[in-house]
T-cell receptor, first 114, second 116 residues
Framework: EAQVTQNPRYLITVTGKKLTVTCSQN?????MSWYRQDPGLGLRQIYY???????DKGDVPEGYKVSRKEKRNFPLILESPSPNQTSLYFC?????????????FGSGTRLTVV | AQSVAQPEDQVNVAEGNPLTVKCTYS??????LFWYVQYPNRGLQFLLK??????LVKGSYGFEAEFNKSQTSFHLKKPSALVSDSALYFC??????????????FGSGTRLSIRP
């Protein structure tokens, strides 16, 4: 089944403890992206990747890192999480950087930083 | 600035009645427009898109959307609402970047509630 898989689904952590949220897609998509969803703000893009070893900042990149060493994987790294990073996170992919196709989303990761 | 707006936080409709969820956009060039739906505890699911051609686009679950260039709108519609249509709906627009790439920006979402 074609899908984007995120792990974990739920995560509670403490301020400053490094964490990684994994994202993997099995559709050979070039373009992958991370979003955070907050009430009343919709989805805001954190980082995106146009292909292996090509990443760039989205609209809200502060406090996050990403890497794209393989086409299928696009992990999101929080080096020192803070409470304002408590949010619902989604990974998404689409076939190409031209963005004509729809996005396929993962099921989401609900992160709480205390 | 390039943006997409959903002016209603919530839309309430009785089952069997027609529904409309509104979306307006501001983007340079020809817009690529999308609608997504999010059910509780799930990721977003693609509903439909407008790239070019007929202004009325049909998508999944009986939904359709009408592209109106003069009003810069892309409203989502369904002739007869079902209780199972209750969900959070997002409008999105493709924004071209300086490179050949693009990104998608999302509206703030509209919660659709269908009462029996």
């Amino acid at each position: 089944e074609a899908q984007v898989t995120q792990n974990p689904r739920y995560l509670i952590t403490v301020t400053g403890k490094k964490l990684t949220v994994t994202c993997s897609q099995n559709m050979n998509h070039e373009y992958m992206s991370w979003y955070r969803q907050d009430p009343g703000l919709g989805l805001r893009q954190i980082y995106y990747s146009m292909n292996v070893e090509v990443t760039d900042k989205g609209d809200v990149p502060e406090g996050y890192k990403v890497s794209r060493k393989e086409k299928r994987n696009f992990p999101l790294i929080l080096e020192s999480p803070s409470p304002n990073q408590t949010s619902l996170y989604f990974c998404a992919s689409t076939p190409s950087v031209k963005g004509v196709g729809g996005y396929t989303f993962g099921s989401g990761t609900r992160l709480t930083v205390v | 600035a390039q943006s997409v707006a959903q002016p209603e936080d919530q839309v309430n409709v009785a089952e069997g009645n027609p529904l409309t969820v509104k979306c307006t956009y501001s983007v340079s060039g020809n817009p690529y427009l999308f609608w997504y739906v999010q059910y509780p505890n799930r990721g977003l699911q693609f509903l439909l898109k407008y790239i070019t051609g007929d202004n009325l686009v049909k998508g999944s679950y009986g939904f359709e959307a009408e592209f109106n260039k003069s009003q810069t709108s892309f409203h989502l519609k369904k002739p007869s609402a079902l209780v199972s249509d209750s969900a959070l709906y997002f409008c999105a627009v493709r924004v071209p970047l300086l490179s050949s790439a693009s990104k998608i920006i999302f509206g703030s979402g509209t919660r659709l509630s269908i009462r029996p």
